[in-house]
């Protein structure tokens, strides 16, 4: 069977994927991509391994990724089936982390006015048209990634 030498790899359900390889998870000319999908269908959170584990057992794209979770999430201790509810007490450790992506807030939480004010610098009246064009998250956004790729720090997180 070809899930006897596979690795069984598992990370954040919150993926970015290249267009090259989410064609590769349709079309799946090597077959491993409906194989995968057949393995995964009963587990309780297959997102949670499902792509991390295709690309990191197939040799054409095991090579072209980055392991490294862009968000912030603050789970219970010991972890529950949801995280944590960010509100205005998690702010200085969403900072700290260099994360630029956070999860769960409510929908009205008075640290996303912060956030849009101090890190978005969002000066947008309600109502108004958004200003297109980077603002200094992505200036920041992109620092990181550019970080991220760097080839020292770039193949130690790959698969392997």
């Known amino acids: ?32 991509p409906r194989t995968l999908l057949l393995y995964y269908t009963n587990f309780v959170s297959s997102p949670e391994g499902y792509f991390q584990t295709l690309i990191c057992n197939s040799d054409v794209f095991k090579n072209t990724t980055v392991n490294h979770d862009l968000h912030y999430i603050a789970w219970d201790n010991p972890p ?6 960010l509100g205005t007490r998690d702010y200085r450790k969403m900072i700290m982390s260099n994360r630029p ?3 769960k807030f409510k929908s009205n939480d008075p640290v996303l006015k912060r956030i849009d004010r101090e890190l ?31 080839r020292r720090n770039f193949v130690k997180r790959q698969c392997r």
């Open 1 to 32: 069977m070809i899930l006897c030498n596979m690795s069984n790899i598992s990370g954040s359900a919150w993926t970015i994927i290249s267009r090259p390889f989410s064609e590769y998870c349709i079309i799946g000319y090597d077959n491993l």
């Open 80 to 85: 529950k089936q949801h995280p944590k509810t």
């Open 101 to 103: 992506f956070a999860r």
């Open 120 to 150: 978005l610098r969002n000066k947008r009246k309600r109502g108004s048209k958004p200003e297109p064009g980077p603002g200094p998250g992505a200036r920041r956004l992109k620092s990181l990634l550019m970080r991220l790729m760097l």
